[in-house]
């Protein structure tokens, strides 16, 4: 099974700091159909995690463009271009290039 | 596009349990979806996946003891739940195929 390794397990930032999260996979996560399937969701405390990022470097509808992904292969980040209170929680890379399908184990993001 | 769970229910280990996840607001027969699964305290865990045409796929630590269906006529979501373990206790959430749209999510406990 493919694993994703998200680092650091916990960042604390204050607000405006730009902030970056690394998610390493033990296999490359290009498809055969030439797509790499890596997302990127945040989940705020009680609340159901929510999309951010899809297809490594997609922002999702509605998503502030503060939010940003790169990457490819088998190293990937997301990239938050000043950290407003609203964006602390957990952050969770997660690929459906190989089945079975895999998360991160998740990097809190937290107040200084 | 709206993503409703049922089911939830405190079962003893060895029993069986069937969740619901009710759809709507978009064409449910056209997407896959996904069942995940977080335990108290702990991250996000991809349990299964059904396709728009029915094809499944599992992770390793339910295989055989969990199925997952589609009803595209009553837009809805299925996850049967067997031999249930302790370890299966979780809120379980079922998403959208690119994990664009996710449940509020449904508590499981097993439990004797």
């Known amino acids: 099974d493919v694993v994703l390794t998200q680092t650091p397990p916990t960042f604390s930032a204050t607000i405006g700091q730009s902030v970056s999260i690394s998610c390493r996979s033990s296999?490359?996560?290009?498809?055969?159909?030439?797509?790499?399937?890596l997302n990127w969701l945040l989940q705020r405390p009680g609340q159901p995690p929510q999309l951010l990022i899809y297809?490594?470097?997609r922002l999702e509808s509605g998503v502030p463009n503060r939010f940003s992904g790169s990457g490819s292969g088998t190293d990937f980040t997301l990239k938050i271009s000043g950290v407003e209170a609203e964006d602390l929680g957990f952050y969770y890379c997660?690929?459906?290039?190989?089945?079975?399908?895999?998360f991160g184990a998740g990097t809190k993001l937290e107040l200084k | 596009v709206q993503l409703v769970e049922s089911g939830g229910d405190l079962v003893q280990p060895g029993k069986s349990l069937k969740l619901s996840c009710s759809a709507s607001?978009?064409?449910?027969?056209?997407?896959?979806m996904h069942w995940i699964r977080q335990a108290p305290g702990t991250g996000l865990d991809w349990v299964a996946y059904?396709?728009?045409?029915?094809?499944?796929v599992y992770a390793d630590a339910v295989k055989g003891r969990f199925t997952i269906s589609r009803d595209n006529a009553k837009n809805a979501l299925y996850l049967q739940l067997n031999s249930l373990k302790s370890e299966d206790t979780a809120i379980y959430y079922c998403?959208?195929?690119?994990?664009?749209?996710w449940g509020q999510g449904v508590m499981v406990t097993v439990s004797s």
């Open positions: 296999q490359s996560l290009l498809h055969t159909n030439g797509n790499t399937y």
């Open positions: 998403s959208r195929g690119s994990f664009d749209y």
């Open positions: 997660v690929q459906t290039t190989h089945a079975p399908y895999t």
């Open positions: 059904i396709s728009s045409s029915s094809g499944t």
């Open positions: 297809l490594v470097s």
């Open positions: 607001g978009f064409t449910f027969s056209s997407f896959g």
